[in-house]
């Protein structure tokens, strides 16, 4: 399988990052409209979702990439 999902969108506090992927570990990075990197860290698919903390950050706009392997992938994440 190769599913990815991110909720809620829009966040208020966590944002959950639930990965049905074979990876071994996938590495994430989450940047604000400027394209500066707000957090960044990596986590193991197969001990369950990552909890993503929401709390300290501005409202607005988010991108998260998500790498593992050779794929990459970018949700759009809103924060109220």
């Given at each position: 399988?190769?599913?990815?999902?991110?909720?809620?969108?829009?966040?208020?506090?966590?944002?959950?990052?639930?990965?049905?992927?074979?990876?071994?570990?996938?590495?994430?990075?989450?940047?604000?409209?400027?394209g500066k990197v707000v957090d960044r860290g990596c986590f193991e698919p197969k001990n369950g979702?990552?909890?993503?903390?929401?709390?300290?950050?501005?409202?607005?706009?988010?991108?998260?990439?998500?790498?593992?392997?050779?794929?990459?992938?970018?949700?759009?994440?809103?924060?109220?």
């Amino acid at each position: 399988t190769n599913n990815l999902s991110c909720y809620p969108n829009p966040v208020r506090e966590y944002l959950e990052v639930e990965a049905e992927v074979d990876a071994e570990s996938i590495e994430y990075v989450l940047y604000d409209l400027q394209g500066k990197v707000v957090d960044r860290g990596c986590f193991e698919p197969k001990n369950g979702p990552k909890r993503i903390d929401f709390r300290g950050l501005e409202s607005g706009v988010y991108m998260l990439s998500l790498n593992r392997d050779e794929a990459k992938q970018q949700i759009k994440v809103y924060k109220k």
